[in-house]
């Protein structure tokens, strides 16, 4: 009877990782991408994509709190990186320019939207999260699918290796979530000047902005933001602003009055 508990709870505990699967996309460009796909049953899908000298295998603990909450996910190696290297590593590319490996990342992150959209999720439920450099790509991904679900950042620059973030979020007014440390005062500041550049094109209730003290990039998705990460993922943006103006007709003959009561946010 022990025997069978132990092997009953190691399937329980293990049933969600077995449905990954691995899966492989293709870019425009002739790099196979080596990606982690997970179904979950929410109907929403996010794309993960890692920082500059890691891999997918960074989000395992991100990656089991959406399997939790029946997210999906995918989870992608970027070009140069992981098991994405059938042109090359990331070590051997330019550094700079604007036509640089870093800056066509892009194009992995084409091909896992197209993946998405293949297996029947709409532009409008797919969500990308980057973390360093992934943040980079993420926003300069806009650029080209300005209609998903929201973008979350975790620790983004202005600039890494020549990606620029603001690129895609000028075009961008859609949810945002941005996480970063306060401890780090460049990396701080340049997160708050993109926050800002998000407000001005998304809007008020659309932007979360996150701090940790000493925490960076996959770090920062510990017990404390993970939590606000995951219910960001539900409700990405506030509810509308309505007007509270009454409008009262005691008959067609007579006056309508309107009363003001001023402006109210409905929810939490």
């Not at 992608?76 to 992981?82: E, F, Q, S, Y």
């Not at 309505?242 to 006056?255: F, L, P, Q, R, T």
Request: overall charge neutral; proline content about 2%; charged content about 25%.
């Amino acid at each position: 009877m022990r025997k069978l508990f132990l092997t009953s709870l190691f399937c329980l505990c293990f049933a969600n990782v077995w449905a990954q699967s691995n899966v492989n996309l293709s870019t425009s460009d002739g790099w196979a991408i080596a990606a982690t796909f997970y179904q979950g049953e929410s109907g929403r899908c996010v794309i993960l994509l890692h920082d500059l000298e890691k891999s997918r295998s960074e989000f395992a603990t991100l990656t089991e709190r959406l399997r939790n909450e029946n997210f999906c996910y995918l989870s992608i190696d970027l070009r140069g990186h992981g098991y994405s290297t059938n042109k090359g590593r990331y070590d051997s590319f330019e550094k700079t320019g604007q036509k640089n490996e870093f800056n066509k990342m892009t194009e992995d992150v084409y091909s896992a939207i197209k993946y998405l959209i293949a297996k029947g999720f709409a532009e409008k439920d797919i969500y990308i999260l980057g973390v360093g450099l992934g943040a980079n790509v993420a926003g300069k991904s806009l650029t080209k699918y300005s209609d998903i679900a929201g973008v979350a950042m975790i620790t983004p620059s202005l600039k890494q290796r020549d990606v620029v973030t603001l690129s895609g979020i000028k075009d961008y007014k859609g949810p945002v979530f941005i996480g970063v440390s306060s401890e780090d005062r460049k990396q701080f500041m340049e997160a708050s000047f993109i926050r800002n550049a998000a407000f001005l094109h998304s809007g008020q209730g659309k932007v979360t902005f996150q701090t940790a003290y000493n925490l960076k990039g996959t770090a920062m998705l510990n017990k404390y933001m993970l939590p606000a990460l995951t219910q960001w993922f539900k409700t990405p943006a506030l509810p509308e602003v309505n007007s509270d103006i009454v409008k009262i007709s005691v008959n067609s003959e007579e006056k309508v009055e309107e009363e003001d009561y001023g402006t109210s946010f409905y929810g939490d």
